[in-house]
């Protein structure tokens, strides 16, 4: 009698848990990096208007996605640089992260692209293309990542979804990690073979 009470207590705290935690646990398949893979390197410039803070966040969106990449792409952040309409205009051999403002033209115009009552949070130049921008004012800090994660996607090739961190509109669940779909049409996009690569699966 004893030990079933226990067992039930056991139950409760963990419902209790699972209650609390408004996010599932999720988890990254475990390819390990092979030596073979050909390695494509991505620099990365960073603009100077992000604070510490946002550039330990970036940092944690580009370790995930090399994770996921697994040796076949290489994110990494080569510099800071102080981001203007020249900057944006200027040739750059690999990728740009913006600080956006709300009132910067280009936010106005994909502001304009959503669907009524909602505002863009970030937004790509391209598909697959090489400019990344945050509208940092208007995300809590817990949304950068997911919002990097999302807009790093649409870099390497990814359109939106039904679900997962492609899915369009913001959710915490969906953003926090790169799941199986998305990993497969990046594979498609960069011609990398997909059973290489690390997903996440959520519990
Ligand atoms: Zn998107």
Redesign the pocket.
């Given at each position: 009698m004893k030990k079933l009470l226990s067992c039930l207590l056991a139950l409760i705290t963990v419902f209790a848990v699972s209650c609390v935690s408004p996010l599932r646990q999720y988890q990254y398949t475990l390819n390990q990096y092979n030596n073979d893979s050909v390695v494509r390197d991505v620099p990365i410039l960073v603009d100077l208007a992000f604070d510490n803070q946002d550039v330990i966040i970036i940092n944690a969106a580009i370790a995930q996605w090399n994770y996921a990449l697994n040796g076949w792409l290489h994110l990494h952040i080569v510099g800071y640089v102080f981001v203007d309409d020249a900057e944006l205009t200027k040739y750059h051999s690999g990728w740009l992260f913006v600080k956006a403002l709300s009132t910067d033209k280009l936010t106005i115009m994909h502001d304009k692209e959503q669907k009524p009552g909602y505002h863009a949070l970030g937004f790509v130049n391209d598909i697959g293309g090489n400019q990344l921008f945050i509208i940092r004012e208007r995300l809590d800090n817990e949304q950068v990542l997911g919002i990097l994660l999302?807009?790093i996607g649409?870099l390497l090739g990814a359109q939106?979804d039904e679900a997962g961190l492609?899915v369009?509109y913001y959710n915490e669940i969906d953003y926090q990690c790169i799941d199986e779909n998305t990993i497969k049409e990046i594979a498609v996009h960069e011609k990398l073979p997909v059973a290489t690569l690390n997903y996440c699966t959520l519990d």
């Open positions: 999302h807009e649409h939106h492609m369009q």
